[in-house]
């Protein structure tokens, strides 16, 4: 086995994001300001982080061998690196007295840790306080989680038999402020109808994929961007063909995010071919807050969107909220909050701002709430959720989330959206399409999965949209372009 030093050579992007926790600047690490050692003996690990004066140090067992090199090695570089993560974690929390909602979990999917707990045999109800204990979660978050989990083992299984099929339609009317997808504006709508021509070839060839491998659809999502912001004909087109191309899933999703780009014509369409789960998403109910960032609609808009969608028959809709956008106070929130219970969606999905591109924010007229209040915004999203008779199904973080929180969806009994708890927990396979679709391979037995990601560039879609195909082909079946 290689040296420890060596396994480690890789760990300081994980050791910033912890450091990040603590609300310290990446600047501490250059020059590092912490220092440590890794020792090993006959059964443990043993780690000692040092700031100045100040130092901690904490020991792990060594994982015992399975007589696999390799995934001996592996065990143990895990167990090196989570180590160094969690003393240095120790180590900040001494000298800050802060303590992050999260623990020391800077993942994405907090929920696969509580599902290694399950595959070692704790029940659902064990396994909250193994996490408190190991990873310092408090316990709102632990409980979180076994909610979320809860939920998700009453769907159906997910497995290497089934696939889910993603589309992405990447425009949207205007871009809000806080967006880091790579969506483009419609602006004079050019590049609409050759995108549309690409993708149609694109999803033929993943149509005759799909059969091909033998899998069956399992869920199929058309996001973006902002699907709605296509006009009627378009719209109506992308659905007939989707649904003809892919038939028999279980759930067919459209987002019909922005109410201004709602009209009945398209939520007809949506219902005449079967997409009969639709997110029509305010992100505030506060107009001041909607000119801040961006979007080109009002409170108001929501409200028509919504009784719009009841009129065409809708039994499905989620809503997207924000919690911590600029210049908002927890009162703002309430709005948004008693917004949602007025209108009455079938799930409601609250995620804290992440801010990536700060610039386009004017965070100096509207500055960000700070932690506490980021907090107690997401504790009164989950309050609504409850009152609503809605339970956590799935969640996932970001960095640079305010006040270090989560995103979460909440649904009704009956109302989870498969299709983003597999994308989430990584457990099916997805082929996706179109600009920025990254379509996933899952090997369970190896645990590993290989990724195929279509240019995010539209125009370079457009162009190379065979290529794109051809490297679906081979990542599913070895076989056509590079992968
Ligand atoms: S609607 Fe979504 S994809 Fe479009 S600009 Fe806003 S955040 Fe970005």
């Not at 929390?93 to 399950?118: A, Q």
């Not at 997808?181 to 109808?193: E, I, M, R, W, Y």
């Not at 869920?219 to 989707?242: C, K, N």
Request: charged share 25%; hydrophobic share 40%; aromatic share 8%.
């Amino acid at each position: 086995m290689e040296p420890l030093e060596q396994e480690l050579r890789t760990i300081t992007p994980d050791l910033k994001n912890i450091t990040r926790l603590f609300g310290l600047p990446d600047s501490v690490w250059d020059p590092p300001r912490f220092s440590y050692t890794m020792t090993e003996d006959a059964d443990a690990l043993q780690c000692v982080f040092t700031d100045g004066r100040d130092s901690t140090a904490l020991r792990a067992p060594l994982p015992p061998l399975t007589g696999d090199e390799r995934l001996d090695a592996l065990h143990r570089r895990r167990t090196a690196r989570r180590l160094c993560r969690q003393t240095l974690y120790a180590l900040c929390r001494d000298v800050t007295g802060i303590h992050p909602p999260w623990g020391s979990l800077t993942g994405i999917r907090p929920t696969r840790l509580l599902y290694e707990l399950l595959e070692q045999g704790l029940s659902l109800s064990e396994a909250p306080s193994v996490l408190i204990r190991k990873f310092d979660l408090t316990a709102e978050k632990a409980h979180l989680l076994q909610e979320a989990v809860s939920v998700q083992r009453t769907l159906p299984p997910p497995g290497d038999a089934w696939a889910d099929v993603y589309i992405g339609i990447p425009f949207c009317r205007t871009r809000c402020t806080y967006c880091s997808f790579s969506s483009g504006a419609v602006g004079d709508g050019k590049l609409l109808a050759p995108y549309l021509e690409a993708l149609f070839a694109e999803l033929a060839d993943g149509a005759a994929l799909l059969r091909e491998t033998g899998r069956k659809l399992r869920a199929l999502y058309i996001g973006g961007g902002t699907p709605t912001a296509l006009d009627e004909p378009m719209f109506r087109s992308l659905l007939e063909r989707t649904a003809k191309l892919f038939p028999g899933a279980a759930e067919y999703t459209v987002e019909a995010g922005r109410p201004d780009t709602i009209t009945r014509d398209k939520l007809q369409a949506a219902r005449d071919h079967g997409f009969l789960r639709i997110s029509i998403n305010p992100q505030s109910m506060v107009d001041r807050t909607l000119q801040v960032i961006g979007r080109a609609h009002t409170a108001a808009q929501v409200e028509e969107a919504y009784a719009l969608a009841r009129q065409v028959g809708f039994h499905h809709i989620n809503m997207d909220v924000i919690a911590g956008l600029p210049g908002e106070s927890l009162d703002d929130f309430a709005v948004t909050m008693a917004a949602a219970k007025r209108l009455r969606p079938e799930s409601l999905t609250v995620h804290t701002l992440a801010i990536k591109h700060a610039s386009q924010l004017h965070l100096d007229q509207f500055p960000l709430p700070p932690a506490e209040e980021a907090a107690r915004m997401t504790r009164m999203g989950q309050e609504t959720a409850h009152s609503m008779g809605m339970q956590a199904y799935y969640l996932y973080r970001q960095k640079y989330m305010a006040g270090n929180q989560e995103n979460v969806g909440y649904a009704l009994p009956g109302h989870a959206c498969l299709y983003n708890v597999d994308i989430m927990e990584e457990n099916t396979h997805i082929l996706a399409f179109g600009a920025g679709g990254i379509s996933k391979r899952i090997y369970p037995e190896e645990g590993h999965i290989g990724r195929s990601p279509n240019v995010s560039n539209i125009e370079q879609y457009i162009a190379r949209h065979e290529e794109m195909a051809r490297r679906k082909r081979a990542l599913f079946l070895g076989e056509g372009a590079e992968a």
